[in-house]
């Protein structure tokens, strides 16, 4: 079984700048988490999705953050512009179902900001 | 709101001797579940150990086993005969057994000790 796909694996950008990280969740999993990881501190949620709706987005800052998943498969994660506080390991997960444990996570992407 | 401390930013342990991990956590719910999750140098989260509320009985997996004291709301994870591979940032973890209708799985993370593990 292939596991999360997530890339790039590292980023750095000036702030103000735009990027954009990608998630590929394991084959059939309907539910997809991304979760922000700043250095030193455990993981927050920032978006879960539902097949291609979305379930939580309550900690997600959108003023800058978008998040979508249009098919239910894969999913982008955007910042634009990015604040060097933004500087932080990006985790996607996904589950087979809303409540269903473990969740099985990516690599991450790591980005700096500058 | 659930929080989640981790108290040891940082563990040293011997290869082959046994450490303790601790975590304590904050909630009004009496169902609730509380994890364990490993994560090496590659950052991938990895599940190490699950605990559900509602068991009395300590969870195991292998050289892995925690101490979940409901009461105290304490959850140690104890990892015997360490090995070099068991070196990460470990991750104590909380998450509502009933957390309504759109919360599915949202985990509430401490923030992380280093277990360092001497040859």
Known sequence: ?114 | AQTVTQSQPEMSVQEAETVTLSCTYDTSESDYYLFWYKQPPSRQMILVIRQEAYKQQNATENRFSVNFQKAAKSFSLKISDSQLGDAAMYFCAYRSAFPGLNAGNMLTFGGGTRLMVKP
């Open chain 1, 1 to 114: 079984e292939a596991g999360v796909a997530q890339s790039p694996r590292y980023k750095i950008i000036e702030k103000r700048q735009s990027v954009a990280f990608w998630c590929n969740p394991i084959s059939g999993h309907a539910t997809l988490y991304w979760y922000q990881q700043i250095l030193g501190q455990g993981p927050k949620l920032l978006i879960q999705f539902q097949n291609n709706g979305v379930v939580d987005d309550s900690q997600l800052p959108k003023d800058r953050f978008s998040a979508e998943r249009l098919k239910g498969v894969d999913s982008t994660l955007k910042i634009q512009p990015a604040k060097l506080e933004d500087s932080a390991v990006y985790l996607c997960a996904s589950s087979p179902a809303l409540s269903t444990h473990p969740l099985h996570f990516g690599n991450g992407t790591r980005l700096t900001v500058t």
